[in-house]
């Protein structure tokens, strides 16, 4: 069905009222000008994503034509001069068309064209082009740039397409494509995979950072971008904090101008804790867009949620108490708690969302708050969580939502004679089913399965783990995939930005940008690895310092 004026309201009023969508891309970011391919494609994954979307919206070649154009420059990216009978404009949809179909030859995008008067009127050539004028369009006219953005800008429409079952011409690459002049090899060496980090880097720094914004107004003098420069530099180096950091920033930038650690600081102060966490999903969102193009990444599904502490504080804590609360384990330290969900299993570890912990939150309102936005973002089969989330309510809300999950209980009374007859009869495994009470005359149904751990240290029922699931025990092999987030923490805590502040805006900022850093790593070194070998390996081949070096030195961020 073509579009009609109201469905192509709806989309676009869809897209407005998206707070981590702006469109055109030109208007959210300095990074980005009228003449931006980067903006360009980016503008085509906003729009294709939300059109296909719409019921009445089922042709790729409808969207083709109907895509707004008419705000982007295409004069700089045009090698002819003086007038011509096609604009660029045109000429662009004819080509993404052409590269829709993978039509090798001009001839073929001719005759089908010919074969189709509607389609070139909506197209808006008015006559059909010859075979020859295409061909010098397309290697003459069209910059190199913009023929990778042509394919590109196809490529994304047939995935979203496809993405909500739109019927497609052909079956799309799930692979990215980056301008690289060597051949790639079976087993790349050290300096073929820089090569390609430091240009998947590069495009992937510049759609994501274009989210974080200070909100600081027109006319300063130091580019915003120089901010994120420096706190990506502090992530560079262990325990370092802003103001010897912005000292030695002056230095190793290449910016004329560069922040004072005070002011750096002054600015994230400035930020709301929502506003830090609705940059970092706009930015999570416009990385998944990027990584949703491969096939690997369609492995994802399982979630993990797990709280994590910094440091332990030892200043006073007057005042704060609700967020220096007290640690995991049972001890008498205190320490700044934050919960993040990230994707394990297969799929690329990227941190999905995080969130501050404060004192007296119940673990089913931080369980439901991130699940919501984890959902948003991806699909997700399986839950994963510590023990501290034993509770039959936070295992309902799951339930009720359609997931599966994996727990382990905390071993009360029951389960502690459960395992000791388990130990006299010497049985490794056990199942059995068991009702949660939830309150008044209702009740959650879980599976309890006892597992023997080889080579424990307890000759007792310590021996024993118990389970909880909703679903066959055949999850509880899915369970051995949480410790990547352990894995994670680790990783993320190495780029935090050293402080003795106590404000809490600050301290979460700190750690959502952490965890950003490290999810563009593992997305960079998803990309370079099918790139290179096109397969993807859970263990990284890009290290995290080549990662958010470039991201200092090459992309304009630092």
């Given at each position: 069905?073509?579009?009609?004026?109201?469905?192509?309201?709806?989309?676009?009023?869809?897209?407005?009222?998206?707070?981590?969508?702006?469109?055109?891309?030109?208007?959210?970011?300095?990074?980005?000008?009228?003449t931006s391919l980067a903006g360009l494609e980016s503008d085509v994954r906003t729009v294709s994503k939300t059109w296909f979307r719409?019921?009445?919206?089922?042709?790729?070649?409808?969207?083709?034509?109907?895509?707004?154009?008419?705000?982007?420059?295409?004069?700089?990216?045009?090698?002819?001069?003086?007038?011509?009978?096609?604009?660029?404009?045109?000429?662009?949809?004819?080509?993404?068309?052409?590269?829709?179909?993978?039509?090798?030859?001009?001839?073929?995008?001719?005759?089908?064209?010919?074969?189709?008067?509607?389609?070139?009127?909506q197209l808006g050539l008015g006559a059909v082009p010859d075979q020859s004028t295409l061909w010098r369009s397309?290697?003459?006219?069209?910059?190199l740039e913009l023929r990778e953005t042509t394919e590109t800008a196809a490529r994304t429409i047939l995935i979203k397409a496809q993405n909500t079952g739109v019927e497609i011409p052909r079956e799309p690459e799930r692979k990215l494509q980056y301008q690289d002049d060597g051949i790639a090899s079976e087993d790349p060496d050290d300096r073929t995979i820089l090569k390609q980090v430091e240009t998947i880097t590069d495009h992937v720094s510049r759609i994501v950072f274009p989210a974080f914004s200070l909100n600081r107004g027109e006319g300063c003098e130091i580019h915003e971008n120089a901010y994120w420069g420096l706190q990506t530099y502090l992530g560079l180096r262990e325990n370092l904090a802003a103001n010897e950091g912005a000292r030695s920033f002056i230095y190793e930038s290449t910016r004329e101008r560069t922040p004072l650690g005070h002011a750096h600081r002054d600015h994230i102060r400035n930020l709301s804790i929502p506003e830090v966490r609705e940059m970092y999903?706009?930015?999570?969102?416009?990385l998944i867009d990027e990584v949703a193009g491969t096939e690997e990444f369609f492995r994802a599904g399982i979630a993990a949620i797990d709280i994590t502490e910094a440091a332990p504080f030892t200043g006073d804590r007057t005042g704060h108490e609700d967020e220096i609360i007290g640690t995991k384990e049972n001890t008498d330290e205190y320490a700044y708690?934050?919960?993040?969900?990230?994707?394990?299993?297969?799929?690329?570890?990227?941190?999905?969302?995080?969130?501050?912990?404060?004192?007296?939150?119940?673990?089913?309102?931080?369980?439901?708050?991130?699940?919501?936005?984890?959902?948003?973002?991806?699909?997700?089969?399986?839950?994963?969580?510590?023990?501290?989330?034993?509770?039959?309510?936070?295992?309902?809300?799951?339930?009720?939502?359609?997931?599966?999950?994996?727990?382990?209980?905390?071993?009360?009374?029951?389960?502690?004679?459960?395992?000791?007859?388990?130990?006299?009869?010497?049985?490794?495994?056990?199942?059995?089913?068991?009702?949660?009470?939830?309150?008044?005359?209702?009740?959650?149904?879980?599976?309890?399965?006892?597992?023997?751990?080889?080579k424990s240290k307890y000759d007792d029922h310590r021996q024993y783990s118990v389970f909880m699931t909703n679903r066959a025990s055949g999850?509880?092999?899915?369970?051995?995939?949480?410790?990547?987030?352990?894995?994670?923490?680790?990783?993320?805590?190495?780029?935090?930005?050293?402080?003795?502040?106590?404000?809490?805006?600050?301290?979460?900022?700190?750690?959502?940008?952490?965890?950003?850093?490290?999810?563009?790593?593992?997305?960079?070194?998803?990309?370079?690895?099918?790139?290179?070998?096109?397969?993807?390996?859970?263990?990284?081949?890009?290290?995290?310092?080549?990662?958010?070096?470039?991201?200092?030195?090459?992309?304009g961020i630092g």
């Open positions: 069905m073509p579009p009609t004026h109201d469905s192509r309201q709806t989309v676009f009023r869809r897209i407005a009222r998206r707070s981590y969508a702006e469109w055109p891309a030109y208007d959210s970011t300095p990074l980005f000008d009228r719409h019921n009445s919206h089922d042709s790729v070649e409808e969207f083709v034509c109907a895509l707004p154009l008419a705000y982007f420059r295409f004069s700089a990216h045009d090698r002819y001069e003086g007038s011509t009978r096609y604009q660029m404009d045109t000429l662009f949809r004819v080509f993404v068309l052409q590269e829709c179909h993978e039509w090798n030859h001009e001839t073929a995008l001719v005759d089908y064209l010919s074969a189709c008067p509607e389609l070139c009127d397309w290697h003459e006219r069209f910059t999903r706009q930015s999570i969102r416009q708690q934050w919960a993040t969900v990230q994707l394990v299993g297969n799929a690329v570890p990227l941190v999905l969302d995080a969130r501050p912990v404060r004192k007296g939150e119940s673990r089913k309102k931080i369980v439901e708050d991130l699940l919501d936005s984890a959902e948003e973002l991806v699909h997700v089969d399986n839950v994963l969580m510590d023990r501290e989330f034993d509770s039959q309510h936070v295992l309902e809300m799951i339930s009720q939502r359609g997931l599966s999950y994996v727990v382990p209980k905390r071993m009360q009374t029951s389960e502690k004679a459960q395992a000791k007859r388990l130990l006299q009869r010497g049985q490794v495994r056990y199942e059995t089913d068991r009702k949660l009470h939830l309150g008044k005359n209702e009740w959650h149904e879980a599976t309890l399965i006892y597992r023997r751990k080889e999850h509880l092999t899915e369970y051995g995939y949480r410790w990547e987030i352990e894995s994670g923490y680790r990783s993320i805590k190495r780029f935090m930005a050293t402080t003795t502040s106590k404000n809490f805006g600050l301290r979460f900022f700190y750690f959502a940008f952490a965890c950003l850093l490290y999810s563009i790593w593992r997305a960079v070194d998803l990309l370079v690895q099918v790139e290179l070998t096109g397969e993807y390996e859970h263990s990284p081949i890009v290290t995290a310092d080549n990662t958010l070096t470039l991201l200092k030195k090459e992309t």
